[in-house]
């Protein structure tokens, strides 16, 4: 690019639009890019979800720009695209959208994940961007052997997997859409307070306070679960954006082009190819190379907090996991009391928080998270900011939220 681009996030607020923007717009430093549109269901003034203490210095700036927006109306996506006046065209879009609530039913997935990414898409494709990135978050359930690549026919986890993965069909299927899909681990880092690593590393603060080991069901704890640091996860939506506007369609596809398997084969959804179509789309795995387990990762946090990571027996997980239902009850009475304990010891008191020590059955449940980052190091060249997820890393996310007053002070 010779000239800085004007670029739209949409979505995200939740997940990773935040350190998308921090990276576009720092808060010192140059800008990659000359203006940023974001957008989302979101309020920010007040504030209706989580924004950390970074992202509004970010709204604050000349070239930033913030809408509130129902995405599900095709005529607000139209005026989002619209740039102020005096403005050049957004020439980058990055897609953020999709819901991340595990336990929706299929016609709200569809509705929230399929039909916005949809009109998304195709209003970008009219308005012919130069780069439309999608980020894919990791619902699939890989085969527990192996590193798993892009041209694999992976599984969907469940409703929301199917509906996030047929999300990827429609957008490969709208004509003249510069299209690029980023399929990440599970993501971590500061300020980031949804997901699964998220909630591990608050549940393993827990019984470091307790000074208990913290035991999980799925023994020996080998199942993959790759990680991705939010910082790479902003690195390679950008990486992804700057290769997708210097190759082109065409040529995206012939190097990077992989088939998208149909998995709803009942289901007829507005926009949706039919399940014999063929779909191709130029998709890239970004993970990070500390091969992450779930005993990898449950050791570092609990090692963190002075305590350790270990299994029930046989005979106990067994029985834990034919009753689970009722064990995520029993479990969380703990979790969420001690936790609470914690925020109200903490010096200061802790009394507003994001963090939650409470575990679903999802969180519970055994995950194979395990993708190859083979291919976006060697075709889109991307370096990996931080490749391991180290036990000095996870504090600095955690001082930060200390630092914040999310997360509580305790006496050593």
Not at 305 to 311: I, N, S
Request: hydrophobic residues 40%; aromatic residues 10%.
């Amino acid at each position: 690019m010779s000239h800085k681009p004007s670029a739209i996030i949409f979505g995200g607020l939740n997940t990773c639009s935040r350190p998308l923007a921090t990276l576009l717009v720092p808060i010192d430093g140059e800008p990659l890019v000359s203006n940023l549109r974001i957008v989302d269901k979101y309020s920010v003034v007040p504030p209706t979800t989580y924004l950390g203490p970074e992202f509004p210095q970010i709204l604050s700036k000349n070239n930033v720009e913030y809408k509130q927006a129902n995405l599900a109306v095709p005529t607000i996506v139209s005026s989002a695209f619209d740039p102020p006046d005096g403005q050049e065209p957004y020439s980058l879009v990055f897609d953020l959208t999709g819901d991340i609530a595990y336990d929706r039913p299929d016609m709200v997935q569809i509705n929230h994940t399929c039909n916005v990414t949809r009109l998304i898409g195709e209003e970008a494709a009219r308005r012919n961007v130069n780069a439309y990135v999608r980020l894919q978050q990791p619902w699939y359930e890989c085969p527990e052997k192996g590193s798993h690549e892009e041209r694999e026919d992976i599984k969907p986890y469940g409703v929301i997997g199917t509906w996030w993965h047929e999300s990827l069909r429609i957008l490969g299927a709208i004509e003249g859409l510069n299209l690029v899909i980023l399929r990440i681990g599970l993501v971590y880092g500061p300020y980031i307070d949804f997901g699964m690593m998220t909630n591990v590393l608050t549940v393993a603060a827990v019984y470091g306070y307790m000074k208990k080991a913290m035991k999980s069901l799925w023994s020996p704890g080998h199942n993959a679960m790759n990680t991705i640091h939010s910082d790479d996860v902003a690195g390679g939506l950008w990486a992804a954006a700057e290769w997708m506007s210097r190759v082109g369609r065409a040529e995206a596809l012939n190097g990077a082009g992989e088939e998208i398997f149909c998995k709803n084969k009942v289901r007829e959804v507005t926009g949706m190819p039919p399940p014999e179509k063929k779909i191709v789309v130029p998709l890239f795995n970004l993970t990070d190379d500390n091969g992450t387990t779930l005993d990898k990762a449950g050791k570092t946090m609990t090692g963190i907090f002075g305590t350790t990571f270990e299994y029930h027996n046989f005979v106990t997980s067994a029985m834990m996991r034919f009753r689970l239902e009722d064990v995520v009850d029993d479990i969380n009475e703990i979790h969420v009391s001690t936790w609470a304990e914690m925020l109200a010891k903490s010096d200061p008191p802790v009394t507003k928080t994001p963090l939650t020590a409470y575990m679903s059955t999802f969180l519970l449940s055994k995950h194979t998270v395990a993708f190859s980052n083979k291919k976006i190091q060697r075709i889109i060249g991307y370096q990996l900011k931080r490749p391991y997820m180290t036990a000095d890393i996870l504090r600095e996310v955690v001082d930060k939220w200390k630092a914040e007053g999310s997360w509580p002070t305790l006496p050593s």
